[in-house]
């Protein structure tokens, strides 16, 4: 019996929710206090530029917000090859059968991994680099090697 093997190809990070409020937060006290400097001063529109400024971070921040847990997960187990894709929340499984799927690169730079299996077809990777691609694609064909031997790496 084959065991369960999983890759998670997912964006890396570097900021956490709560350390986005934060430097949206000193962002903003940043922004007001030098625009109630001038409006203070007699110049209002620098208020509602700061206003614009902070409406258009936030909504770059609430997107990038709903997209920073956005990943493909493959999981292959006895039952089968399974891909779940996650973006904004939304997720979206395919099952595969192992012992019909192709693992294909990439044939242009930058370009996803191939899994394709009958008339079923998955482009994974794409959070991910090049070359852990690469090496992600060299894994699963291996792995994919076990089931029948009929998986094919290009």
């Known amino acids: 019996m084959l065991t369960t093997r999983e890759w998670i190809l997912k964006k ?8 986005l409020i934060k430097a949206y937060s000193a962002l903003c006290a940043a922004s007001l206090l030098v625009a109630s400097y001038f409006t203070f001063h007699g110049a209002w529109v620098v208020m509602v530029f700061a206003v614009c400024e902070m409406l258009a971070v936030a909504f770059a921040f609430l997107y990038f917000g709903r997209h920073a847990s956005d990943r493909d997960q493959i999981a292959l187990s006895a039952t089968g090859l399974v891909v779940e894709m996650v973006r904004a929340e939304k997720s979206e499984k395919i099952r595969l059968d192992p012992s019909r799927t192709r693992v294909a690169l990439p044939k242009v730079k930058h370009g996803l991994v191939s899994l394709e299996a009958g008339r079923d077809k998955v482009n994974v990777g ?3 680099t090049e070359r852990k691609r690469r090496e992600f694609a060299k894994e699963l064909s291996e792995e994919l090697g076990h089931y029948a031997g009929s998986a094919q790496f290009f």
């Not at 890396?12 to 350390?19: A, L």
């Open 12 to 19: 890396n990070c570097s900021i956490s929710p709560s350390q």
């Open 126 to 128: 794409g959070f991910v």
